[in-house]
């Protein structure tokens, strides 16, 4: 009886022990996947925002805004440690396009309480690279 009780208590204790977390991927991975099969060009100090069709946070590292096929990537002069990517970014424009002078404010996408705010870097090209010229 006494084996058999351990029995059940061991099977329990393994059962209750936690499973090994797959890591989460860091900031600089979540990029090299987005960038990859890219090459980086002459980084600008500005894009036009309204080219964008879209916006994407990498936790603690960059901010990728997409235009037509290319990507370009903003790693923030401060602030890059608020960055979440459940944040939404709240970019005033005093123009029509958006620099590395500019900052942007993050906010909570549950709760919209403001979370920070990031001081722009300057945004650096990702292309493709021709694999027909090869």
């Not at 370009?72 to 709240?90: C, T």
């Not at 909570?108 to 292309?127: C, I």
Request: net charge neutral.
């Amino acid at each position: 009886m006494r084996a058999l009780i351990a029995t059940i208590l061991s099977a329990a204790i393994l059962a209750g022990a936690p499973v090994a977390a797959k890591e989460k991927p860091t900031g600089e991975e979540k990029l090299a996947k987005i960038l990859e099969g890219r090459v980086a060009g002459q980084p600008q100090d500005c894009i036009t925002l309204s080219s964008a069709t879209s916006s994407q946070i990498v936790d603690k590292t960059a901010i990728v805004y997409r235009i037509g096929s290319t990507l370009w990537v903003n790693r923030p002069r401060g602030g890059a440690e608020s960055l979440d990517d459940d944040n939404i970014l709240v970019t005033k424009l005093t123009g029509t396009r958006l620099c590395s002078i500019d900052t942007i404010q993050l906010h909570d996408r549950d709760s919209h309480m403001y979370a920070g705010f990031v001081a722009l870097g300057d945004f650096v090209p990702y292309r493709k690279i021709d694999t027909a010229a090869k």
